[in-house]
C-alpha cells in the first residue's frame, strides 16, 4: 500500500512540474486564434429564405470539423455591441486586430431559379490579404453545398490551397513576364503567404508602380493569385523655368534626367540639389531651385524644376590668419577661388579656353573647399607635417564675400634617415639612388608617394606583383627630424596566368596580343605592363584602351583584362593647299588600317589639282604570316605639272621589314618607276633636258624605323627617327644612277602650362652613280606643311643661273619647331605656333647660315570627329620676288 502511494505521488508530482514549468496554460492547448465567421447577405425570395435560415450554423458546423474554432456570436456581440453584416476589407482588418482572429469570413448568398450561390470572402489576419471564392449548386442539395463551402473555407483559412493560376493585372507599359519574373509562387506549388508578401515587396521594388497588392481567388483547380498593380506614370516633359546664367543643356547633363522614362521621385530631389550645387559652383549663393511634378493625365506627367537663380556673389578679399611660413600672396596662387578685380574678365577668357575652372572673382562653395586640401597638400610638401586649416570665415556684405581662412603651420621637419628594407636586392643603394626623398632637405608628402610607387614598381618589375611597401615615419617633435623607413614584403613571384581581351568586336584577339610583352605563364612585369597600353594605343585601332590586372586562382598567379573600345579604322581624308600660283590643290585618300580585323592596311590615295594628278594603291601586311617580318606593296599611277615641265610617271614597290624590337623596324624594299618630262621649253635648263631622257628607275632602298610616341594622333612625348639608304642603278639596271640617304627625327615632350614641344628635323644628301644619271626629280625640294611652312613645295631650291629654273640639290636640311598648347581642353582644340627653316643646297655650294630659309607662323590641329585636323598659315621671312609672302596649308582625315 505504501508503495503505491509512492508511485502515485511522483506520477503527480512529476505531472504537476512540467505544468509549472512550461508556460502554457490548458486553454492554450484547447484553444487556437478563432475564426470569426458574419451572418451572410441572403438575396431571395422571402419563402427561400426560410430554406437558408440555419445556412450560417452549418458552415460553422464544417469549419468545427476542418478542425476550426469558431467565435460564438454571443461573444462578438458582447464585445462589439452589435454583430455586422456587410463590411469593407479595413473593416475586416481592425476585427482582426481587436479579437486577435485568424480569419473573419463574410459574403453573401443569392438564390435563382432554383440555383445557390455563395459569394464569400476570407481575411487572412495573419497574411494580412483577402481571399474570394464561389461555390454554387443546386437548392436541393443544400446540405452537401455547406459541407463543399465549408472545406473549402477551411482550405482558406489554413492556407492548404494549391496555386492553380498567377496573374497579373493593371499593367499597361511594363511587359507580364518582366513582372512574373521576380514571382516566387507558381501555378502547382502550394500556397505560401510568406512568399505572397515577399513577391509583393520584390514586384515594389522593380520601381515601376506606385501600388501593389494581391488578390486571391478560389476556383474548383485550385486558388488564383492576381498581382494588382498600379503604375508610376511616365516624364512626359521636363522643363527648366528661370535659368538665365545656365544654358538648359548643361542642366540635362548635370541632372540625368530623361523624357519617357518612369516618374522616380527621389531622383528628382537629387536633380533640384544638384541644380543648386552647380549654381553655387558658379557663384549663386542664393539660389533656389522648387520641383515640381505636374500631371498631364494618369499615365503622364510633367516635372518642372522652378530655379531663382538670385545674384552671384563676387570675393573682395580673401585674407589667411596665422600664416608665417608664405605669403598671402604665395598661398593664394594654390586656391581655385580669387578676388574679384577690373582683370577678371581676362581670366574668366582664359579659363574658358582652358577647359573650365571657377569663374574668377566669383564665389565657389566646392572652389573654397576644394582649395583648403590643395593648401594642407602644399604645407605638407613643404615640411610641415601638423600643419591645420581651419574653418574658413565668411562674410557677406551686399553682393561681396570676405573670406578668412585660418592655418597653424606646425614646426617644419627636416628629412632625417630613409631606409628600405627588403631581401631581394643585394644592394639596397640600387633602390635608395631612385628615390627622391633622400635628396630633399625637408620631409615631402608627394615625394614619400611617389617614392613608394616607385619601390613597388621595382618589384612589380621583378615578378612581386603583390609586394607590399609600407612607410614607416618617425617624427621627433623636439628636434624636428623625421626619419622615414620602407618596409617591403615582397609576397610570392607572380607568373601571368591568364590574359583576358575584351571589346575587340572587329579586331582579332592576336593583332592585340602580338602588341603585348607580358606573355601567358611567363613572370609578371609592371614596365611592361605599362608599356604594352602604349603600344596599343599607338596602333590607332581604339578609342579607349585599359589594362587591369587582378588575382589569379593561386597566390603566385595573376589575371590581366585587356579591355578595348574600337574605333573606325576604315578613313578617308581630304587635305588642300592654297597659294596666288597654284590656287587650289586637293588630295583624298581612302584607307583601311584594321583589313578585316587583322591590323592590314589598304590605301588608295589621289591628289587632284590645276597641275597635279596622282593615283596610288597600297597594301601593308605588319607581321606576315604572323612573325616579325612585315610585308609592303604599293603601285601608282603620277602626273605632276611643275613650272618647267609636266612629270608623267608609273611604277610599283615592294618593301620587307622586321620588328628588332617593340620600337624598332628595319626594311629593305624594291621600287620601279617609269617617267616621262614633257613639256619642257627648248630652251630649257640643260638638266632638264638631260633628265627627259632617263626613264627608268629601279632601286633598292634600306632603312630604319623608331617610334616612341605615347600616342598616335595626338602625342605629348617619344621620339619618331626615319633613316632611308637608297641605291638605284648598277646592276639593278635602268637609266637612273645615283645614291641616296634621308632621315627624319621627331621628339615630343612636355613643358610649362601643359604645352608640348616639338623639334622635327630633316636631312638629306644625293649623288650621282657610275653614269652621272640623277634626274631632276630625285633630287631635294622643300616647302609646304611637313617641312619649312610659309613656302609651297619646291620654292625652296637651287635655280639654274641661266634660266632660273628651280632644278633641286643634292643635299637639304631642315628644322621645324613647334609649341602645342590647349586651346579648348572640352573639344581637344589645340593651337600651335612653329618657327621652321631650312634649304637645299646644290653639289658644289657650301653650308652658309645666311642662305637658310625662314618662317613663322601659326595653326590649329583638332582630334575631330572627321579625324585629324590641321590648319596653318606660315609667313615667309625673306620671300624673293618670284615667291608667295605667306601660304595656307590644311589637312583633314576622316572616318567611316
Known sequence: MGVKRAIVFTVALVWGLFFCLKPVSWAAFSRQAPVLLLPLEIYAAPWEKEALADLDTGLAYYLQKEGLRVLPRAKVREILGKLPQKISEEEARKLCERLGLKAVVWGSATVFAGQISLDLKVRDCAGAYTKRLYVAGDISTLEALKEKAGKRLARAVLSREIVAEVRIKGNVRMDEEAILAVVSLKPGDPFDPQKLRQDLKEIFKLGYFDDVRADLEETPEGLRVTYIVREKPVVKRIVYEGNKAIKESDLQKITELKPYTILNLNKINEAAEKIELLYRERGFYDVKVEPLVKMLNPREVKVIFKIKEGKKAYIKKISFEGNRAFSDKELKKLLEISEKSPL??????????????????????????????????????????????????????????????????????????????????????????????????????????????????????????????????????????????????????????????????????????????????????????????????????????????????????????????????????????????????????????????????????????????????????????DSRLSLGLNVYDWEREYDDYTRDSQGFGVRFGYLLTPNTRVFFG??????????????????????????????????????????????????????????????????????????????????????????????????????????????????????????????????????????????????QTEAIFPLVKSMGLKGVVFFDMGNVWGEDVGYRFSDVRKSVGLGIRWLSPMGPLRIEWGYNIDAQEDEDKSNWNFRIGGQF
Not at 614596365?527 to 604594352?532: F, I, M, P, V, Y
Open 344 to 625: 577678371s574678365w581676362v581670366k574668366k577668357i582664359k579659363t574658358y579656353v582652358t577647359g573650365g575652372g571657377v569663374e574668377p572673382g566669383v564665389y565657389s562653395y566646392g572652389g573654397l573647399y576644394r582649395s583648403l586640401g590643395k593648401i594642407v597638400t602644399f604645407y605638407q610638401n613643404q615640411g610641415y607635417m601638423d600643419v591645420r586649416v581651419g574653418e574658413p570665415r565668411i562674410e557677406r556684405k551686399g553682393e561681396m564675400i570676405y573670406i578668412t581662412i585660418p592655418i597653424e603651420e606646425g614646426p617644419r621637419y627636416r628629412v632625417g634617415k630613409v631606409d628600405v628594407v627588403q631581401d631581394l636586392f643585394k644592394d639596397k643603394n640600387f633602390i635608395l639612388k631612385k628615390l627622391e626623398l633622400p635628396k630633399k632637405k625637408f620631409f615631402d608628402r608627394e615625394a614619400l608617394r611617389r617614392d613608394l610607387m616607385k619601390i613597388t614598381d621595382l618589384f612589380a618589375d621583378k615578378g612581386y606583383a603583390y609586394a607590399k611597401v609600407e612607410p614607416e615615419i618617425k617624427k621627433d617633435p623636439k628636434a624636428h627630424v623625421v626619419d622615414v623607413i620602407f618596409k617591403v614584403d615582397k609576397g610570392p613571384l607572380v607568373y601571368v596566368n591568364r590574359i583576358e581581351i575584351t571589346g575587340n568586336t572587329r579586331t582579332r584577339d592576336k593583332v592585340i596580343r602580338r602588341e603585348l610583352l607580358i606573355v601567358e605563364q611567363r613572370p609578371f612585369s609592371a614596365t611592361r605592363l605599362k608599356k604594352s597600353e602604349g603600344r596599343l594605343r599607338r596602333l590607332g585601332y581604339f578609342d579607349d584602351v585599359s589594362i587591369s590586372t587582378e588575382k589569379g586562382v593561386k597566390e603566385d598567379q595573376m589575371d590581366v583584362h585587356v579591355k578595348v573600345k574600337e574605333r573606325p579604322t576604315g578613313t578617308f581624308s581630304i587635305g588642300a593647299g592654297y597659294s596666288s600660283v597654284d590656287k587650289v590643290i586637293l588630295m583624298g585618300e581612302i584607307s583601311q588600317r584594321n583589313l578585316l580585323g587583322k591590323g592590314q592596311t589598304l590605301s588608295f590615295q589621289g591628289l587632284f589639282g590645276a597641275r597635279t594628278t596622282r593615283y596610288s594603291l597600297s597594301f601593308t601586311e605588319p607581321y606576315f604570316r
Open 670 to 815: 624594291y621600287r620601279y618607276d617609269d617617267s616621262d618630262l614633257t613639256d619642257y621649253y627648248y630652251y630649257a635648263s640643260a638638266i632638264i633636258r638631260e633628265s627627259a631622257d632617263i626613264h627608268i628607275t629601279s632601286a633598292v632602298e634600306l632603312g630604319l624605323v623608331r617610334d616612341t610616341r605615347n600616342h598616335f594622333f595626338d602625342p605629348t612625348r617619344g621620339t619618331v627617327l626615319n633613316v632611308t639608304y637608297e641605291h638605284a642603278g648598277g646592276f639593278l639596271g635602268g637609266d637612273s644612277a645615283f645614291e641616296k640617304i634621308t632621315a627624319t627625327g621627331s621628339v615630343y615632350f612636355p613643358t610649362l602650362w601643359e604645352i608640348t614641344g616639338h623639334i622635327r628635323v630633316g636631312v638629306g644628301y644625293v649623288t650621282e652613280g657610275e653614269g652621272g644619271k640623277l634626274p631632276v626629280y630625285e633630287k631635294f625640294y622643300l616647302g609646304g606643311i611637313d617641312s619649312v611652312r610659309g613656302y609651297r613645295y619646291g620654292d625652296i631650291s637651287p635655280k639654274d643661273p641661266e634660266t632660273g629654273e628651280r632644278i633641286g640639290g643634292e643635299r637639304m636640311a631642315f628644322v
